[in-house]
């Protein structure tokens, strides 16, 4: 499961997520907020949970993910089959998605999200306490039931850490020889700009050379890339057509999926993907994609509704093709690919990526990095494809497609934006 943009607000009788302003997913000590919360446990009125009084039925949380809340709810009934449930993210518009496993043993609860990202908690009166593992940490996250006292007390206490973490300061962690070339005014109006909207970090570069970096509180750290994950993807693509394992962007889709060489789906090429010009068939929300066991099946067993080339339409649902046609190329999980033939050259080893229920990357959101990391990919693209665009530079050819497509359809723009 991706970690979807959201924030988590306390509101009377429980917790809820949405959008709008505030500080989003930069909740450093979140954690240890939910941690306290759970060690607190519930009130002495409330008595402890009993094989008469089933874990069935609501539960609200959060879990908190890297450096921010996730916020969702989850559902869970027992039949003569055994445990099933759902689960809920209303700030993404993901709706009673199907838990793939639940187990519950005494006190023990056992909830799969999805393979490698699994919460194990313990019951204690109106709450679960415990922490989600996905292979790239251990994140505590606390349920508990809709309008009991725990439920008020976690919304409280969520509440209080986005008033701190709003206020923390952006903190300069490293200064480089480029900041002599700036205009010291100018760069002080900038950061305190990313102050006040509650930026979580800024790196600065001049010519290449590191101005400066400042990050909300002084501390460097991992976090979720959301839709920049697709120019890292691209990354990946425009890697594969330097080393000559994609022959161009302009390769139909099915020169690795045979079962499109067929209707419209025929002349549906990389360049389409990359470009948000395919004509899939897709939903403005991401319900339908989060739902979905396998994210390029998905897209491939898809409508084309449109004629390629044709229209853009910002389409989660297209480029997890992407991470598929990179696997075919190069032999190897995109993830893979990208830490072996990319990050590593370039020295990156901080990062992470989500996968869907099938194991295969997300290639919308799901990259995880620190913001040096996505300045040092970055700038490996721009450096290749900044007016110098070959087909020996990684990104040259994606340049070229995107200028293209604003210049043919006015209203596209670059995967990634």
């Not at 045979?258 to 993907?273: D, S, V």
């Not at 040259?396 to 934006?417: E, F, K, M, N, Y």
Request: hydrophobic share 40%.
């Amino acid at each position: 499961m991706s970690r979807p943009q959201c924030r988590v607000r306390a509101a009377r009788g429980g917790i809820r997520s949405g959008r709008g302003a505030g500080r989003r997913r930069h909740l450093l000590f979140v954690g240890a907020v939910l941690a306290a919360a759970a060690v607190a446990g519930p009130p002495a009125a409330v008595a402890r949970q009993t094989a008469d009084e089933p874990v069935s039925g609501t539960w609200e949380g959060a879990i908190a993910l890297d450096a921010y809340p996730l916020a969702l709810s989850v559902s869970l009934r027992h039949s003569a089959q055994g445990w099933a449930g759902t689960f809920s993210i209303p700030s993404e518009g993901v709706s009673k998605m199907p838990l793939p496993d639940v187990t519950v043993a005494g006190d023990s609860v056992v909830l799969v999200f999805r393979p490698g990202f699994v919460f194990r908690g313990v019951v204690s009166g109106d709450s679960i306490a415990g922490a989600v593992r996905d292979g790239s940490g251990s994140f505590p996250g606390v349920f508990a039931r809709p309008g009991t006292p725990t439920a008020e007390r976690l919304a409280a206490e969520v509440r209080r850490a986005i008033d701190a973490a709003r206020n923390r300061p952006l903190v300069e962690a490293a200064h480089g020889p480029g900041a002599a070339r700036v205009d010291a005014r100018a760069l002080d109006r900038l950061i305190r700009a990313a102050a006040e909207a509650h930026s979580d970090a800024v790196v600065i570069l001049h010519d290449g050379e590191l101005v400066g970096a400042w990050y909300a509180g002084g501390e460097r750290r991992k976090i979720e890339a959301m839709s920049a994950t697709k120019s890292i993807v691209n990354l990946a693509i425009g890697r594969l057509v330097t080393t000559g394992a994609i022959a161009s962007i302009d390769v139909p889709v099915h020169t690795f999926y045979p079962e499109w060489n067929h209707g419209r789906k025929a002349k549906i090429t990389i360049r389409h993907l990359l470009n948000h010009t395919s004509g899939m068939q897709a939903d403005r929300t991401t319900e339908e994609i989060y739902a979905s066991p396998d994210f390029v099946r998905l897209a491939l067993d898809a409508e084309i509704t449109s004629e390629p080339g044709t229209e853009f339409f910002y389409n989660n649902k297209a480029v997890n093709l992407l991470a598929g046609i990179v696997e075919k190329a190069s032999g190897k999980r995109m993830d893979l690919f990208l830490r072996d033939d990319l990050f590593a050259k370039l020295g990156i080893t901080d990062f992470g990526w989500s996968l869907d229920r099938a194991g295969i990357p997300t290639a919308w959101p799901g990259s995880r990095s620190t913001r040096r990391t996505l300045r040092g990919s970055g700038s490996s693209s721009s450096t290749a494809g900044g007016g110098r665009a070959s087909n020996s530079s990684p990104s040259g050819g994606l340049t070229r497609a995107c200028v293209r497509a604003r210049r043919s359809i006015p209203s596209a723009a670059c995967s990634g934006g």
